[in-house]
């Protein structure tokens, strides 16, 4: 032993014991930390009783079953109609549009960063593609008001003030880079050794991109699209701005509709008293919109839980 | 013919196919930038023109010529500073409990599955629970608890509130990757010579995971600057030409004072909308660069 | 109960080889509950003295029929041993036989590991420390580990030392205990002109000195330590040997390391692990010259692991 060494005491169980201030004050910050994690369930339970809350008197005026099959939406003129189709259909119109654009040009620009590109390349494009997603809304609706629908109307003279097809346009912009960015997560987690087996039989890269690659991350890409058509479904000033506020049932893109956000800011934008019927509508068709993107994002949640699986 | 001669014959229709393939991706991919390029363009011809420090200085008005953005600005100031006072402590809170505290039971799993749908709610939806749950607070009668006075009615505090219900995912998503990123023997150190949870979590993960974290908690705010839909749910388009001096004023914001211009039918009024959205863009870029930087700023600090 | 028999059995052993120094400790003692020179068992609900057979009074740390799984699966099976005060106790054995999870047990940093279980009894003075009111933080304190890759705070070298003892509330001189723990982990010499600079612009060997140092300063009653040399180089490993070496008596340490003549250079006692359980334990010239076990023998000799 040491010359020197200073004897001490031994340690006492008294002294291994728990201290009640500190383990108060550690308390007290751990359920702070719990407190604000389960903000997150306060506010799920809101979204859905809020909604609940001011639909279900609705549907004791109009019936579910009329709400949900009526193709007449005249909330505001005698006689109403509360059937919701019209609306959901010009939803489904101008997200119908969007991806059009959005699915193709957002995998093929995908297949790009993930197969082609350099790595210099793709670190700069990325970015500069994500910027796309964070132009705010109403700066889009702008846009189709001022420069996307009157390059329509000077293509096709059919095309009105309000349509479907600028909107649809507009939105699938503004979802391409969602698109884009997370196909290419999704190819990009495809193991090299499944392109080494097409390049060992000579194929070309397009053959190994379409043949192989998409193909293997076909439930990641899907994935995304599922997202990102749920994002255009539930996507308000574009729509609002420049598709029109005309509830019509139609697959003609150059006429104007109304969607179901359009509506709802319609709605707000007057000045509603709380309780009215046509107040309580606005959470009808939210809570319809709210199961929409719900059941599209838990789709595409599970599917994703799939893909990540598969290659990890 | 042999079987080689075939392989060469095929080779070449394949090697074009090989070229218009790749063009075709390159300029899908360049579509969005194009598209960029075309906006801001487009938004620049339209707006440019109404730039002036009188624009920025004025508030709105039923003549075009003397119409502003004050209100809107500084509307916009306010509402996203009470939002960042909100959300930040409450979002970062949230991921330390989820990252540091919890066992991964299946509590975090719930609250992980909440989280992630909570991302993807459209924004139009949580202005509905800010109109009910904070404008009117479900139809409460005017009073004062704890000196607040309640309900928020259509104030700066009604949608602060609202748009940090919005962002809370988004930060929450960010913080907790920032935790993640802190490496574990940073955590060991800090137990090994007895420490407390909280103090390893404040005086050395939190450090560590503050830059990445910032970098979040700024697109989180730039996300909350741009939005439009829930401030209308909650009633932010009233005409208001003052800026706010109590978080209980009344207030407007860039985009929705974007929106309210758009939709007038003068010509003049859109283009007043262009120049607000330059004004919007600018602000939205310059946080994104601050993000950037403080990211970047992270990353060479780690190396 | 065979094992903790045969537990009980060499912690005698270590007893009478070490009895020597076990009157001068206890004498100068002045703590009343710790009179006999003995450690303290209080009445305890749940960790009655009766049930737990108290080690030789000069026994630190001791487990008894520790088992600990992860998940269900045990990793750690049915160890029994006595770990001597003021001895360097060496732990050995092959990669996965349970080493580190059995150190890691001793000052409870399993705690963070989800699914990490222990039954059986961790003995610290006596006092199970497993035990409901017992907790960790403090325990921690007293037992000081130093992990396989140094880990220094990203802040100064003095911050580094000075951080625990400032969170742990002490009073006294903090130039002076950070002084103190760098000389005792032999690194004050080369660092004393820039205790400002921060922790990460040091050598790793110098790095793991100061994980020491950081240890030190928290004058722990035990040192843990995981493998300390395998990310160093063999000058960096002898340094650390040496300040390991100058430890001996002051404070008790336990060491696992995967290098055997490390075990043999450094330790009294060593202990031998295999697939999660104790093979054998004695002390270090015996187990390397004489082992009792073929299995010992034959890892000592270098023919598996």
């Known amino acids: ?312 | 013919m042999t079987a080689s001669d075939r392989f060469r014959a095929d080779s070449g229709r394949r090697h074009r196919r090989e070229r218009t393939f790749r063009r075709l991706a390159l300029s899908a991919t360049w579509f969005g930038v194009v598209m960029l390029g075309i906006l801001i363009v487009g938004i620049l011809k339209d707006g440019v023109g109404q730039l002036s420090l009188d624009f920025l200085d004025n508030f709105p008005s039923r003549k075009p010529e003397q119409a502003g953005f004050k209100a809107a600005i500084w509307g916009s100031v306010w509402a996203v500073s009470f939002t960042g006072v909100f959300s930040v402590p409450l979002g970062i809170g949230a991921a330390i409990y989820l990252e540091e505290y919890a066992h991964k039971g299946r509590l975090v799993r719930i609250l992980e599955l909440l989280i992630a749908n909570l991302a993807g709610v459209p924004s139009i939806l949580y202005g509905m629970l800010g109109l009910i749950a904070f404008v009117r607070m479900f139809g409460l009668e005017t009073t004062t608890i704890l000196g607040i006075e309640v309900p928020f009615g259509r104030s700066v505090l009604a949608g602060s509130a609202t748009l940090t219900l919005l962002i809370l995912p988004v930060i929450i998503i960010a913080s907790r990757e920032a935790l993640r990123a802190v490496p574990d023997s940073l955590r060991q150190a800090a137990y090994g010579i007895g420490a407390t949870r909280w103090q390893c979590v404040r005086h050395h993960v939190l450090p560590a995971a503050i830059p990445g974290m910032l970098t979040g908690v700024v697109l989180a705010l730039s996300r909350a600057l741009g939005e439009t839909a829930p401030l209308i749910m909650i009633g932010a388009l009233t005409y208001v030409a003052f800026v706010p001096e109590t978080p209980y004023d009344l207030f407007t914001a860039m985009p929705i004072q974007i929106f309210n211009w758009a939709s007038r039918p003068q010509l003049e009024f859109h283009h007043l909308a262009a120049t607000g959205c330059i004004v919007l863009l600018v602000v939205l870029l310059g946080m994104n660069g601050l993000a950037v930087w403080l990211r970047n700023r992270a990353e060479s600090r780690k190396a | 109960m065979t094992m903790v028999d045969a537990g009980e059995r060499m912690g005698q052993a270590g007893q009478a080889e070490r009895s020597a120094t076990v009157p001068d400790r206890g004498a100068t003692s002045t703590l009343e509950s710790d009179a006999g020179g003995r450690p303290v068992t209080d009445a305890r609900p749940g960790a009655a003295p009766a049930d737990t057979p108290p080690g030789p009074a000069d026994t630190v740390l001791a487990t008894r029929d520790v088992v600990i799984s992860y998940s269900g699966a045990p990793a750690v099976r049915h160890v029994d041993i006595d770990v001597q005060r003021g001895d360097v106790t060496a732990i050995i054995g092959p990669s996965g036989c349970g080493k580190s999870t059995l150190l890691r047990c001793f000052n409870r940093m399993n705690d963070f590991i989800e699914g990490a279980g222990v039954t059986g009894q961790v003995l610290f003075e006596g006092i199970d420390i497993h035990a409901s009111d017992i907790d960790p933080v403090e325990l921690r304190r007293r037992i000081g580990m130093v992990f396989q890759r140094p880990n220094p705070f990203p802040k100064t070298i003095y911050d580094n030392v000075a951080w625990g003892p400032r969170m742990g509330g002490y009073s006294g001189d903090m130039d002076e205990l950070v002084e103190r723990s760098l000389v005792d982990a032999a690194l004050w010499e080369e660092v004393k002109d820039k205790l400002k600079q921060p922790g990460h612009s040091l050598s790793g060997g110098q790095q793991q000195r100061l994980c020491i140092a950081r240890a030190l300063a928290m004058s722990p009653e035990v040192l843990l330590m995981d493998e300390p040399c395998s990310a160093l180089d063999p000058i960096a490993t002898g340094r650390i040997e040496e300040l390991i070496e100058s430890l001996r008596g002051r404070y008790s340490v336990v060491i696992v390391t995967h290098n055997m003549q490390q075990a043999s250079r450094i330790s009294d006692t060593t202990v031998f692990m295999y697939q999660g359980e104790l093979i054998e334990v004695g002390p270090t010239a015996r187990i390397f010259t004489n082992p009792e076990k073929q299995q010992t023998e034959d890892y000592v000799t270098g023919r598996f692991g």
Not at chain 1, 20 to 49: D, P, T, Y
Not at chain 1, 237 to 260: C, D, H, K
């Open chain 1, 1 to 312: 032993m040491a010359a020197g060494a200073a004897p001490r005491p031994r340690v006492t169980a008294d002294q291994l014991r728990k201290r009640r201030s500190r383990s108060l004050k550690e308390e007290v910050i751990r359920l702070s930390l719990l407190g604000s994690a389960l903000v997150s369930v306060f506010v799920s339970v809101g979204i859905v009783s809020v909604l609940l809350g001011e639909a279900l008197p609705f549907f004791g005026e109009v019936s579910v079953s009329e709400f949900v099959t009526g193709t007449t939406w005249t909330p505001l003129l005698e006689p109403r109609h509360f059937g919701v189709l019209p609306l959901v259909g010009g939803t489904l119109l101008v997200a119908a549009i969007a991806a059009l654009l959005a699915v193709p040009v957002g995998s093929l620009a995908a297949l790009y960063l993930s197969e082609y590109a350099s790595p210099r390349v793709r670190r700069r494009l990325k970015p500069t593609l994500e910027i796309l997603a964070g132009v705010p809304t109403v700066v889009y609706g702008t846009f189709a008001l001022a420069v996307v629908t009157p390059t329509l109307q000077a293509i096709l003279p059919d095309v009105r003030v309000f349509n479907a097809l600028s909107a649809g346009i507009v939105v699938g912009i503004m979802i391409l880079p969602m698109v884009a960015s997370l196909s290419d997560d999704a190819l990009r987690a495809v193991p090299q050794s499944l392109r080494n087996a097409g390049y060992g039989v000579g194929a070309t890269k397009r053959e190994i991109s379409l043949g192989i690659v998409y193909p293997a991350a076909f439930s990641g890409v899907i994935s995304s699209y599922l997202l990102a058509i749920s994002r255009a479904i539930g996507e308000t000033m574009i729509v609002a701005m420049a598709a029109g506020s005309t509830p019509r049932l139609t697959l003609n893109p150059l006429e104007s509709i109304q969607t179901m956000t359009g509506y709802i800011v319609q709605v707000s934008l007057g000045d509603t008293p709380a309780g009215s019927i046509e107040f309580q509508s606005i959470f009808a068709v939210g809570l319809g919109l709210f199961l929409m993107t719900l059941a599209m994002n838990l789709l595409s949640q599970k599917i994703m839980a799939r893909f990540r699986e598969t290659y990890s």
